[in-house]
């Protein structure tokens, strides 16, 4: 791997050499001058710092440390790392779509899943589209827990990989997965002959994978949306429109409030506080602010997202004077912490304005949601 990393880099190398020869043939000094001063800049990566960069594995295991875990210790790391976030058998869709579910013992047969034709299953879970191992254990290594990236060490990764695979009925509860059978294993991968090279997207000579023509004659002149979001599942993660990022033109809806039975664009709409009471100056929305500061990105007020729903706090500490408990937890929030409710640390929340977190705490520490 580092053999081959080195053989990239030199590559690379060569490629700025003719960039910058071919610049200062083009101009004049100043480059050249400056690419000289920049030559004492920095200095070359040392062999352990390439090794801690260079972790990826790829779809031929090229680059799999060497290890192994067994099924019954990956359940060990589930249920303390990843269970809080997926769910007891990787079912949950409240973090994240589900990893487990949709495949059956006759797509494992075949390489081809089922349910990713027939539209049997609400949504693709993990296992339904990954169609290479190497990506799964890669992934897991690098970004997961995903409050504690690259915290796993080499045989909790297998160990968990394993997990998931027996949790999707790939390899047996005895199973130890290993460097050593880990090529075996994506054999049995459910969606292992899923993917295809023969479309736009690999090959520009190929078909694009998406196809159409103009519509030239009879042409709809409105749209019917077939797919909505249910109301019941509309503010689940707080105002969407309020937790984008202010990059370009597009904006979420203002899930705070019951869909617009006709497009509004963001430019139209009313602000969702601007009535008379915050015109006069009057004490600013709680609601407001923890959508504005993202709270609701990781809190729904009756559900349980990243962190406990609101109106659990408010019923931990209701035997509390209300004044006493929002100054608590207005310290909480700025201060982060974990362990009062799981494991999952919330971060401080130092960069919100104290007031702010203040009349936030308060409206929990009231209850009135
Ligand atoms: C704090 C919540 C949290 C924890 C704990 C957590 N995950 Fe995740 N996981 C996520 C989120 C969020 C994503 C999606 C990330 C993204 O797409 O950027 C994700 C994505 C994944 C995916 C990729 C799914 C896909 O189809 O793209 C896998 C696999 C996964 N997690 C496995 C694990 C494993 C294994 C653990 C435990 C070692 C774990 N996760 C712990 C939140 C979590
Ligand atoms: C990245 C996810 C995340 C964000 C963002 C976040 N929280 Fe949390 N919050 C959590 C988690 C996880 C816990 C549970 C911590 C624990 O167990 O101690 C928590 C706990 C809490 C608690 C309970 C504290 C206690 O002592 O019982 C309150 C109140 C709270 N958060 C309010 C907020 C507010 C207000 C904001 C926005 C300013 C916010 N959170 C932003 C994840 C988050």
Excluded at 187 to 214: C, E, F, I, Y
Excluded at 345 to 354: A, I, L, R, S, T
């Amino acid at each position: 791997m580092y053999k081959s990393v080195n053989t990239r880099v030199q590559r690379r190398g060569a490629t700025l050499w003719t960039i910058a020869t071919l610049l200062a043939i083009g101009l004049t000094s100043p480059v050249s001058a400056q690419t000289t001063a920049w030559g004492k800049l920095g200095r070359t990566a040392t062999p352990a710092e390439i090794k801690a960069w260079d972790i990826d594995v790829r779809p031929d295991f090229a680059g799999l440390p060497a290890g192994s875990g067994a099924v019954s210790k990956g359940q060990d790391v589930w249920e303390s790392r990843c269970e809080s976030c997926h769910g007891t058998f990787g079912e949950s869709n409240e973090v994240f779509t589900p990893i487990i579910g949709g495949t059956t013992a006759e797509d494992i047969k075949t390489g081809h899943v089922a349910a990713l034709r027939n539209d049997s299953q609400p949504q693709r879970s993990t296992m339904m589209k990954v169609s290479q191992l190497s990506v799964l254990w890669d992934y897991i290594n690098r970004a997961m827990p995903w409050n504690q990236p690259k915290s796993l060490s080499t045989d909790e990764v297998y160990a968990v990989v394993a997990y998931i695979l027996n949790m999707a009925g790939v390899v047996p509860n005895d199973f130890v997965l290993s460097d050593k059978n880990i090529a075996a294993t994506q054999g049995r991968l459910p969606n292992r002959n899923g993917t295809t090279l023969a479309h736009g997207m690999w090959d520009v000579a190929a078909k694009p994978d998406v196809q159409g023509s103009n519509c030239m004659t009879n042409c709809a002149t409105s749209v019917t949306i077939s797919s909505r979001l249910p109301d019941y599942a509309r503010n689940a993660h707080g105002d969407i429109a309020t937790q984008n990022r202010l990059i370009g033109s597009v904006r979420g809806a203002d899930t705070l409030r019951p869909a617009a039975k006709t497009f509004v664009s963001p430019a139209e709409r009313k602000p969702a506080t601007a009535g008379p009471a915050a015109a006069a100056g009057a004490k600013p929305d709680p609601v407001k602010l923890a959508n504005q500061h993202a709270c609701m990105a990781c809190h729904g007020v009756a559900n349980k997202v990243v962190g406990p729903a609101l109106q659990d706090v408010h019923k931990k500490y209701s035997g509390q004077p209300a004044a006493d408990v929002a100054r608590q937890l207005a310290a909480r929030i700025k201060a982060g912490g974990t362990g009062t409710w799981g494991n999952i640390p919330m971060p401080p929340q130092g960069h919100v304005p104290d007031a702010d977190i203040q009349a936030i705490a308060e409206w929990i520490a009231n209850g009135k949601f």
